[in-house]
């Protein structure tokens, strides 16, 4: 069974750092696409960071601007979101999203097959 959890978010001041995780579960890691989104209220979701793990490429949303860090810990069958210099800007639901046996990795939030049910991160200024 697909399942996606995601754990880590919190309230946090700005400048400091929080990571999520997302334990997936029923995934091969052989080519999976697994992506972090984010919406905030009265805003659309927006893609954070992407990893495709048939070639361990990663992408990030252009506001990232170095200050994130995806990553795939396959033995954990778990997907990290590193999250530094945080700014009330990042205040937002994040969620995990996966899609399995993949053959590519897109933005599109529609591609993702599995979901989780997200995770608060509240940055204060």
């Known amino acids: 069974q697909v399942q996606l959890v995601e754990s880590g978010g919190g309230s946090v001041q700005a400048g400091g750092s929080l990571r999520l995780s997302c334990a997936a579960s029923g995934y091969t890691w052989r080519s999976a696409c697994m992506g972090w989104f984010r919406q905030a209220p009265g805003k659309e979701r927006e893609g954070v960071a992407l990893?495709?793990?048939?070639?361990?490429?990663?992408a990030y949303g252009d506001f990232v601007k170095g200050r994130f860090t995806i990553s795939l810990d396959n033995a954990k069958n778990t997907v990290y979101l590193q999250m530094n210099s945080l700014k009330a800007e990042d205040t937002a639901m994040y969620y995990c999203a996966g899609s399995n046996w993949a053959s590519f990795c897109p933005w599109r939030g529609s591609f993702f097959k599995d979901w989780g049910q997200g995770t608060q991160v509240t940055v204060s200024s």
């Open positions: 990893i495709y793990t048939s070639n361990n490429s990663t």
